[in-house]
Structure formats: C-alpha cells, structure tokens
C-alpha cells in the first residue's frame, strides 16, 4: 500500500441504471470493489484541443512508487488510445512537498524537455535515489542530462510555471484526489490505483463516446 495514498471512495453507480442511455457505465462500475469513484459534481475538461474528444487525465506524483510501476503499461496503452480521446497529465499536489516535484514537471513542459526527462527523472528518484528536493543533487542531475541549472530555475519560478502549479492544487481539490496514481475519465469518474486500471478506463472511454 502507497503510504502517500488512500483508496478513494468508491461510489456506487447503481442508480444510473434507472437510464438506459447510461447503464453501460453503471455496469462498468457496478462491484463496489472496482476503483471508480463517480464525481459529483462532473468536472469540465482541462484543456481539450476539440470539444467532442474524451479527456483523460493522470493525476500523479514522482515520488510515488506506484506511478512509477504504472509507466511501463501506460506508456504502451497511450499507442492504443483512439484519435478521440486526449490524454494528459497533472501532477498531484497533497503538500508542499508534491507542489514542488509538481513544479519540476511544469519546468520540463516549458523547456520543451518533458519528453526526454520525464521516464529519466521517474527512473532517478526511484532507481537511483535522487531526492528531488536537495537542490544540489537536482542541479547536478539536470547538468547530467545537459539541463542550464540557472535557466531551469528560472523557468520554476517563472509566472507561467507557478500559474499551473497553482492549478494542479485546484484540480487536486476539485477531482477529489487523495492518492495517486488516478485516472480520471472526462470529469466523470476517477479510477484509482489497481491491476486494472486501465481496462475500467477503457470501458468508461467506449461507453461515454457511446452516450456522448
């Protein structure tokens, strides 16, 4: 069990099975066992490019070891989303200590480095025991990876970075997370941390393009 984590409240869907347009998510849902919490109220989309796609964010922490196990199977699941679903992720932010790493995320985002750092410094914290929080330790982990230290903190402390630190805690809040890794499908529903995860995601996915 994550020590960082509490399993999320699990709600029952049962009473939508009164509408048959969505019973299909109900029957998604229907073991009280399975992971998915129903949100209520729904949340709007984040930022999709087009209105008709289905949002699907990951709410994670670097320092979470369960998130860091998760990559491996959602990095070859990404491959196999269908056109209309956007994916994105957002940083967890439960303290001081998650805003911070949440803020290195934004950092690599706005270097137009995420994807070259973001499975390295995954792979460092958990594989090599960086502490993302000693400053000299994450400079000198940047240099190695041929990161400008002074441009990198420049950039943390940067308006634009500190606006979406400030909205990671918001969706935090807003979608209820209280542990990670969590995936929430198209502000409706959040799937908590389990083997399968991704196979409830899927089917919320198939049944919400079906009753869009």
Request: charged residues 25%; positive net charge; contains cysteine.
């Amino acid at each position: 069990m994550n020590p960082h984590r509490r399993k999320l409240l699990v709600t029952s869907l049962a009473a939508l099975g009164a509408a048959p347009c969505l019973a299909p998510l109900a029957a998604a849902a229907q073991n009280r066992g399975s992971g998915i919490a129903e949100l209520n109220p729904s949340q709007p989309p984040v930022e999709l490019k087009n209105p008709k796609n289905i949002e699907v964010l990951e709410f994670f922490w670097y320092g979470c070891i369960h998130c860091y196990n998760l990559e491996p199977r959602l990095e070859p699941w990404l491959k196999t989303l269908a056109a209309d679903v956007e994916f994105r992720r957002v940083p967890a932010v439960l303290n001081d200590r998650w805003a911070h790493d949440g803020n290195i995320y934004y950092t690599f985002d706005a270097l137009g480095l995420l994807e070259k750092l973001h499975r390295p410094f995954f792979d460092a914290i958990h594989r090599d025991r960086l502490n993302s929080a000693n400053g000299p330790a994450l400079q000198a982990w940047l240099e190695k990876h041929g990161v400008d230290a002074k441009k990198f903190e420049a950039t943390f402390k940067s308006f634009g970075v500190q606006s979406k630190g400030k909205r990671a805690i918001r969706l935090t809040s807003d979608y209820r997370i209280d542990g990670t890794p969590a995936l929430a499908v198209h502000g409706r529903y959040v799937v908590s941390s389990s083997n399968e995860m991704l196979d409830h995601v899927d089917k919320l996915i198939a049944a919400i393009r079906k009753h869009k």
